[in-house]
């Protein structure tokens, strides 16, 4: 079936400095993903979004890649700040429901 | 633009009691969807609601269950509730329009069973 991965559980970053987040998807028919960040004892609140006509795209701060040839997309953060410490998923939402990765913790230290 | 409310925010029950939560969506959005998330199985989607019809179905047995109401509202119901089904309880709404699918989601429910 459908599945979407994360590559590390965390990620420690010293702060300002810049964060990637990877992520691998197997459908290869897949057009939509989203990026998401969760902070503890909150829901996922929508970060950026990307179309597979697309390779990259930038936001304030975030930059999504999206390479089809081999089925992966990195989230990359500027200027990590302190506030951006949560869970980082990636979904797939070339479908009605979105198939979620594993995520990845972003931890950022002074 | 308020965003996606649920209620109630935490909420603790037995083994074998049923429970229903609400989702009031963002203001004009239709698509309703209800996800379970917990530490081992990560975020997994339960059922999505369109114009008062369940579009999509997760793989969850049919003690859970949900509806949508003709103002976009969503409940979701578990019945006979099992310890596994202590989870944070998340509802995500959309437009669904062409190019405006991005579901945004409520601070959740978060759901304990004893």
């Known amino acids: 079936g459908e599945s979407v991965g994360l590559h590390l559980p965390t990620l420690s970053v010293q702060e300002g400095d810049n964060s990637i987040i990877n992520c691998a998807y197997s459908n290869s028919a897949s057009d939509y993903f989203i990026w998401y960040k969760q902070e503890s004892g909150k829901g996922p609140q929508f970060i950026i979004d990307i179309r597979s006509n697309m390779d990259k795209r930038q936001g304030q701060r975030v930059t999504v890649l999206l390479n089809k040839t081999v089925k992966h997309l990195s989230l990359q953060i500027a200027a990590t700040q302190p506030g951006d410490s949560a869970v980082y998923f990636c979904?797939?939402?070339?479908?009605?429901?979105?198939?979620f990765g594993t995520g990845t913790r972003l931890q950022v230290f002074p | 633009k308020a965003g996606v409310t649920q209620t109630p925010r935490y909420l603790i029950k037995t083994r074998g009691q049923q429970v229903t939560l609400s989702c009031s969506p963002i203001?004009?959005?239709?698509?309703v969807s209800w996800y379970q998330q917990t530490p081992g199985q990560g975020l997994q989607f339960l059922f999505e609601y369109f114009s008062e019809t369940q579009r999509n179905k997760g793989n969850f047995p049919g003690r859970f269950s949900g509806r949508q109401f003709s103002n976009s509202r969503s409940e979701m119901n578990v019945s006979t509730l099992e310890l596994g089904d202590s989870a944070l309880y998340l509802c995500?709404?959309?437009?669904?329009?062409?190019?405006?699918?991005?579901?945004?989601f409520g601070p959740g429910t978060r759901l304990l069973v004893l």
């Open positions: 203001s004009g959005h239709r698509s």
């Open positions: 979904a797939d939402g070339n479908t009605d429901k979105l198939i």
């Open positions: 995500a709404s959309s437009l669904f329009l062409a190019g405006e699918e991005t579901q945004y």
